[in-house]
């Protein structure tokens, strides 16, 4: 299945989009170079958007439902 990856700073300024080809029940996506802070995410399929929040602290990543 295809999805698109979005990844938006708190002004809503698109920082990450990405077209992936989603086969296995795990994807990881390189965000090591995103600052410290709160991030909107939203990924599209065919059918369906998904939207959540990401707070980065350091290297460590908490979505936030």
Do not use: H, M
């Amino acid at each position: 299945e295809r999805l698109n990856f979005k990844l938006f700073d708190v002004n809503g300024k698109l920082i990450y989009n990405d077209d992936l080809i989603f086969n296995s029940n795990r994807k990881e996506i390189n965000l090591s170079t995103l600052s410290r802070g709160f991030y909107f995410v939203t990924i599209k399929s065919k059918n369906s958007t998904f939207n959540t929040k990401l707070i980065k602290q350091w290297n460590i990543y908490y979505p936030v439902c």
